[in-house]
């Protein structure tokens, strides 16, 4: 430290302006704490500038196209409509913009927080390099992020292929597109296009779209982009790619070939950790992330990582909730160290349309461990979605069988994003299904559903005990 000066010393460098390492920076300056916030790239990371906010606007305009072309569902005769599909994508450039403005270098040194654009690099525990910069750090914070997984396909690495970090940049929607990958970022992204002009194919090697989830969602997502005129590739991989005269050749490795204006990649993500140089400060690290313990530190007791960096999940509110919890163990003495919580389950939305939200186990994970009941409403019993025709999802909880308590929740549907909160907070604070339905549910909503799951408890498990004896 005695070759650094004191302007480059400081209690706390945090190194990633994405949503956890702005949680921590701008909360530790407010405490009081000397900060310096480190980015190489766009500040709000990549939930604001590639992920998260420009895959939403696109899809509200997505939404809105597909919504206006179904004008007589509602009882409205349709009007010739042309559908301006590249202005949403200077809307979505616009959105960005706007929201990055709250998170930009200026907006923060307003608050007190001093940010340097650049590389960081690790020479030493406590020391960094960033440009030609020396900088000498206390405590360290972590908070690189994730980008996305390039997969090793023959011919793939001289193509112009794009990423959720590129596909934004396009000026005009493609003829055709298609997406590598059937998870949620993939199955977002093509139904968007696909509902602004484009001719939509989605390539999954796994037999179903969003593997993770509850069949009967996976099989309500595919029922969709099949009538919406999507094709879709499932069970089969990509052989090899190559790409002239502006168009893709996709090979497939059963043998069917696809030609494509766009090819959009997404099977996946990588935690951020090859270029900071961990090794010169002694952290430890995979390609699966950095390791941390049950506070978010890693072997190093004052260096800290929270977010993607980690490794999976990947989601932009469980990286808010690590940071919440690093904040609070960065500013406050031992005894008020907080741990993170690993135990509670993360709730997860696809925002395709149908919406497809969950929370917790999977009947299927559910039922390898405990005696569990399932409790399953159609939107086609619930007056609001009858109302507003959105009848083609369902709740369905997983719970213990006699005790109620919730194991897990999928919902498909309007607004299941919003919808799933109830459950979450009855998960969190232990609130058993059957409480819930005594819980009055303003009507006519979504979320009466829930209630109405919460209902077949007592018809289904508990009154089946008396009829049996009765039967007797």
């Known amino acids: 430290m005695k070759d650094i000066a004191s302007s480059d010393s400081y209690p706390l460098v945090v190194i990633g302006a994405g949503a956890g390492g702005l949680v921590i920076a701008i909360g530790a300056t407010k405490a009081g704490k000397k900060v310096l916030l480190i980015e190489k790239g766009p500040y709000g990371g990549d939930c604001t500038n590639f992920g998260c906010i420009p895959s939403k606007s696109l899809i509200a305009s997505a939404h809105s196209a597909f919504t206006m072309k179904k004008g007589k569902e509602l009882g409205i005769d349709s009007l010739p409509l042309i559908t301006q599909a590249n202005e949403a994508l200077s809307r979505v450039r616009a959105i960005v913009a706007e929201i990055r403005g709250h998170e930009d270098p200026e907006a923060l040194n307003k608050l007190g927080l001093e940010t340097l654009t650049g590389p960081a690099k690790f020479e030493g525990p406590h020391t960094l390099r960033v440009n030609e910069r020396l900088i000498y750090a206390k405590q360290i914070v972590i908070a690189t992020g994730s980008s996305a997984f390039i997969p090793k396909i023959t011919g793939l690495d001289k193509t112009p292929f794009l990423t959720n970090e590129t596909i934004f940049d396009l000026k005009k929607i493609p003829e055709s597109l298609t997406v590598i990958g059937g998870g949620p970022i993939g199955c977002e992204l093509a139904q ?71 090819l959009l990649v997404c099977v996946g993500r990588k935690p951020n950790v090859s270029s900071l140089n961990l090794e010169a400060a002694g952290v430890n690290y995979s390609d699966k992330g950095i390791p941390v313990d049950a506070y978010g530190r890693t072997n190093l007791s004052h260096i800290w990582a929270v977010g993607d960096v980690i490794g999976s999940p990947f989601f932009t509110h469980w990286a808010e909730n690590q940071a919440r919890s690093v904040l609070t163990s960065l500013i406050l003495p031992f005894p008020f160290k907080k741990k993170i919580d690993k135990n509670q389950s993360i709730p997860r939305v696809t925002f395709t349309d149908p919406e497809v939200a969950s929370i917790g186990l999977t009947e299927k994970e559910a039922s390898l461990n405990y005696n569990i009941a399932t409790y399953t409403v159609p939107f086609s019993q619930v007056d609001r979605a009858i109302t507003t025709g959105r009848t083609e999802g369902f709740v369905k909880i997983v719970t213990k069988k006699w005790s109620s308590k919730i194991l897990g929740c999928t919902i498909v549907g309007e607004r299941a994003g919003e919808m799933l909160g109830e459950v979450s907070l009855a998960m969190y604070a232990g609130i058993p299904l059957r409480k819930l339905s005594g819980l009055i549910h303003p009507y006519p909503t979504y979320n009466l559903a829930i209630r109405k799951a919460a209902d077949l408890w007592l018809t289904q498990t508990i009154l089946s005990i008396f009829k049996r004896k009765k039967i007797e």
């Open 192 to 262: 968007a296009f696909l509902r602004l002009g484009s001719k939509t194919s989605i390539i999954h090697s796994h037999a179903e779209l969003l593997n993770k989830e509850e069949p009967s969602a996976q099989n309500k997502i595919a029922e969709q982009f099949k009538c919406e005129g999507m094709n879709l590739y499932l069970g089969t991989a990509v052989k090899e790619v190559s790409y002239a005269q502006d168009l893709f050749q996709i090979l497939l490795e059963n043998g069917q070939k696809i030609e494509s204006h766009a």
